[in-house]
């Protein structure tokens, strides 16, 4: 059985490829309206203080190989030739699109996955971005994994952290031998009092970023749930909602929601120390969900699940879906037809945006947004 979230790309772009996005978006229900297209391989949304829509886009890669400086990733995988052409744009109401920044570290592995910008949060207007493509590992010796501040005036940006240094001063309990990336290969990042969290898939961990810069852990995912590659994360009432991709080849409805209480976090926090800790907590009994890739509450108080195809076997266009779970604890499509999504968000109009195409090869990115009510 494999499991890596670059051979999930993998699989998602190769098949993406073969379906144009005119056939895939014919398979959609009509609550759903492409609002902006050609962008590359966008991944985190958030809309910003000013309305409109910011996405993080993997990029390209590049052509730089690191060879013989660093560790590399084993093949199939690895090893991989990185570039800077990772950015954030911002789709206006029209669904114009602008590039914010650019500049970012891109990646591409040996088996044709992009990674770049992975996501993005707000906190007191200042926009910070979670890079996932960079490192000496990815091809990109002199930008490592990190988050970033961005300046959305003038398009400068800066570090506030470097998480790859962090990943590999504190390995996890479990790493995965066969599937295990240096540098790591981050996927989320929400802001919640005035803080930064950050999951990263392939270690299996969850970290709190300080507006400082000071990193720590707050749970170590891989030593209680082994390799199950956590992907999603959101916060609601005190609680951290985390969602997992799971094992490859896909098995349906074996994918998880877990908890992790805030109020335990906090409790178990003692500044200075690098290791938070805490516990994780099986929403509902049953799973029910399948290849999780975002979890968000909407208007309705509900939990939104993205998943990015719900078929067994690999990865296929037209299998990605939204569902919800009701109240009673039933879950429910709420949308389908979407191909290999990798992220959504709510907007200030009510409605869901979701990041269609993410997994594909540049220029087939789409926004979707999608009428809930």
Known sequence: MINTRQVFLLSAAILAASIPPAVAQSQASSTQTVIARGLQGPRGL???????????????????????????????????????????SRIDKSGNRTTVASGFASSVNALGSFQGVADLSFIDGTLYALIAGGGCSHGVANLPNAVVSVNTKNGSWKEVANLSKFLMSHPVKYPNPDDFEPDGTFYSMIAFQNQLYVVEPNHGQVLLVQRDGDVHSLIDVSASQGHIVPTAITEHDGEFFLGNLN?????????????????????????????????LHIVGSKAGFTTVVGTEFGPDGLLYVLELSDAPGNPAPGNGKVVRIRQSGAIEDVATGLSVPTAMTFGPDGNLYVSNFGAAPAGAGQIVRIRIW
């Open 46 to 88: 958030k809309f910003g203080p000013d309305g409109m829509l910011y996405v993080a886009e993997a990029g390209t890669g590049g052509t730089n190989s690191t060879k013989g400086v660093c560790p590399q990733v084993i093949p199939p995988v690895g090893p991989y030739k990185g570039g800077r052409n990772g950015r954030i």
């Open 247 to 279: 094992l490859f080849p896909i098995e349906p409805n074996f994918a998880r929601i877990l908890t992790l209480s805030h109020t335990e976090c906090s409790r178990l926090f003692v500044p200075g120390l690098q290791d938070v800790g805490g516990s």
